[in-house]
């Protein structure tokens, strides 16, 4: 995966701060953006690594952040990859489970363990849309 130079230091830096691997970090960004620090989703995601405006209020306020731009992408990958490591420590440090939370929200993914009496993606992956079912296989097959 070709990574922007002037992007690499500053997206390494952020996941080893959160404790992430940087390619993991970066195959996100990569589905996530294209690497493209002003890009906007139709449902209103921001930045590289897409977050919803909602999300990153909580996630600015938690991180003492009273003014921040998400098409910033120092602040957007400070955010993101904080996001990223709630949602993995939320499950217990499986990768595919907060791969597909924080692509179809936490709150979806654990109801559909609840309901199929699953722990991992294999037990939820029927549930979820073709676009779900291989998030984050494809993050992780970069990875």
Do not use: C
Not at 14 to 35: D, M, V, Y
Not at 56 to 76: I, R
Not at 80 to 101: H, I, M, S, V
Not at 117 to 122: A, C, P, Q, R, Y
């Amino acid at each position: 995966m070709k990574v922007p130079k002037d992007l690499e230091g500053l997206i390494n830096k952020t996941a080893l701060a959160e404790g992430l691997e940087p390619r993991l970090l970066q195959s996100i960004i990569k589905q996530e953006s294209g690497f493209n620090p002003t890009a906007t989703s139709s449902v209103g995601a921001r930045g590289l690594m897409q977050l919803m405006p909602a999300t990153a209020k909580e996630l600015a306020t938690s991180a003492g952040l009273d003014n921040y731009d998400l098409f910033d992408p120092e602040t957007n990958l400070k955010l993101g990859a904080r996001y990223y490591k709630q949602l993995r420590d939320e499950f217990n440090g499986d990768d595919a489970l907060a791969l597909t939370a924080y692509h179809s929200g936490i709150g979806r993914v654990k109801k559909l363990l609840a309901k199929n009496g699953g722990t991992g993606l294999d037990d939820i992956i029927g549930d979820l849309g073709t676009v779900g079912q291989k998030y984050a296989k494809s993050i992780l097959s970069r990875v």
